[in-house]
């Protein structure tokens, strides 16, 4: 099971073929799945027209979405604190982490962060 980062998600509307692929091999086969936080920061774009925003929201209806609550809150606050990891990323390593799934992100620093925490896959 694969939670993915933002990263992923807006390499894949931006056309990045090994993205696409990779999603499209395993978007019936495996569980793919987005945090909420990752939602807001992909219909937050600035200009995204509506054309984009239907297509965009149709995109991420293929995922299962990780609400924020609970564990995931705590921990996410946890990783801000003292991981200085911005908001966004703390959430989205909180849900990997705490729903014991792998990372998919092209995010270095993330991925230097949170290679000890999680299972990561950069694509």
């Not at 939670?3 to 696409?20: Q, R, T």
């Not at 495996?30 to 936080?37: A, G, K, M, Q, V």
């Not at 219909?43 to 209806?61: I, Q, V």
Request: with cysteine.
């Amino acid at each position: 099971m694969y939670v993915l980062d933002s990263n992923i998600l807006i390499g894949h509307l931006n056309g990045n073929n090994s993205i696409k692929d990779w999603i499209k091999e395993r978007i019936t086969t495996d569980s793919l799945c987005i945090s909420t936080i990752s939602k807001i920061e992909l219909l937050s774009f600035p200009g995204l027209g509506e054309n984009n925003l239907y297509e965009t929201e149709k995109f991420m209806n293929l995922f299962r979405e990780i609400n924020i609550f609970g564990d995931i809150v705590s921990l996410s606050a946890d990783l801000k604190r003292n991981s200085n990891l911005s908001l966004p990323d703390a959430i989205i390593l909180a849900t990997a982490i705490s729903r014991r799934m792998t990372l998919v992100t092209n995010d270095k620093m993330l991925t230097k962060k949170a290679k000890n925490l999680v299972e990561i896959l950069s694509l």
